[in-house]
């Protein structure tokens, strides 16, 4: 059992203490205590867990520092499997209407983290081979999700990737180091951190007392506003059990169109802006986060070091490399910052 655990009184006062919580908001946190208490729980007492550490733009939920493979950082979903109409490789999920990528959202903490650890502790060497990432989805199990949406959709590289990066609500007990330590681009480069390194670097470490911006609370306060007309709506008609007047049915399906509209323009803010374009007529010549378009064959890769490099057909690292860009020619590569392998 780790006993190293920060952060997690933090937690709790974060809970008590924000008043202007909206649901989402709430479950949020519920999910967050719960997991770090799951960890503290199955993890070695080695093991150090950071509750949203302060180590650049972005707080991680979650900061696994471990003798045994370095760095993980952890971003915790306590969403239901029901709302979830698509899921990709990559790691985005559609809901309604609205596309979500969890994994995006993690992997914005590694840059910050290995910034940091170059800057305060240069004597650990190579700090990006040791930091790795991972989606925890606490609001349902592997098997909801496998049953939802089955692997053999996916081939055997796409698969393995996405469960080494995410992790399921049923999957938090004596396995989990195990599943951490695999949660990584470089798996078996261990790492030389002392425990009195990793005591040093978590202690010194502080803690962010911030959740949400009051712009954010109003938005998720509108947010669940629209949520629960549109649930008692729907409960009405079910109750009435009968077809209203067509010109009233033209109308709440006028109603239901533009609360879609209002909920993705609102979901723009709730989860920090990211937004997904669609290709122009269904092609692209780039597409980021390793998903292949028609005719690309060109692979991006960020190695170590964070050179951009791209492999082509025939190269002697092409088949083993995974792609965090397609591109369809090599101008196409050159003119988003790569160079070619000279291998």
């Not at 919580?21 to 960890?39: C, F, R, Y």
């Not at 995410?166 to 480069?189: A, V, W």
């Not at 879609?260 to 709730?270: A, E, Q």
Request: hydrophobic share 35%.
């Amino acid at each position: 059992m780790a006993t190293n655990y920060l952060g997690r009184d933090s937690l709790i006062n974060k809970k008590q203490t924000l008043m202007k919580l909206t649901k989402n908001q709430e479950k949020g946190l519920e999910g967050e205590i719960a997991v770090g208490d799951l960890l503290s729980k199955y993890l070695p007492k080695d093991t150090y867990i950071i509750s949203h550490p302060i180590i650049g733009k972005y707080d991680p939920d979650f900061l696994i520092i471990s003798p045994r493979y370095g760095f993980r950082m952890i971003e915790v979903k306590h969403w239901e499997i029901k709302p979830i109409k698509t899921a990709s490789p990559n790691g985005s999920l559609e809901i309604m209407g609205d596309i979500q990528n969890p994994l995006d959202q993690v992997r914005k903490h590694i840059e910050d983290l290995n910034a940091y650890l170059l800057s305060s502790y240069p004597e650990i060497n190579n700090p990006y081979q040791l930091i790795g990432c991972a989606v925890v989805h606490f609001g349902f199990s592997k098997n909801d999700f496998t049953t939802k949406f089955p692997p053999d959709r996916w081939n055997h590289t796409m698969t393995q990737h996405y469960y080494n990066c995410h992790i399921f609500k049923d999957q938090l007990n004596q396995n989990i180091d195990m599943l951490l330590e695999y949660s990584t681009k470089y798996p078996g480069c261990y790492p030389k951190l002392s425990n009195e390194m990793i005591e040093v670097i978590a202690n010194k470490l502080s803690i962010s007392d911030k959740y949400a911006s009051e712009i954010e609370i109003e938005t998720n306060l509108k947010f669940d506003k629209i949520t629960n007309e549109l649930a008692e709506k729907v409960e009405n008609l079910e109750k009435n059990n009968a077809k209203p007047p067509e010109p009233k049915m033209k109308m709440n399906k006028f109603i239901l169109a533009l609360a879609g509209i209002l909920l993705t323009l609102l979901s723009v803010f709730i989860f920090n802006g990211n937004i997904f374009t669609k290709p122009v007529n269904g092609f692209s010549t780039t597409q980021p986060n390793g998903v292949e378009q028609q005719g690309q064959k060109i692979k991006g890769n960020i190695n170590a070091k964070g050179e951009k490099i791209y492999h082509v057909p025939g190269g002697k690292y092409y088949e083993v490399t995974t792609p965090e860009e397609w591109f369809l020619t090599e101008k196409d590569a050159q003119v988003a910052g790569f160079r070619k392998s000279q291998s």
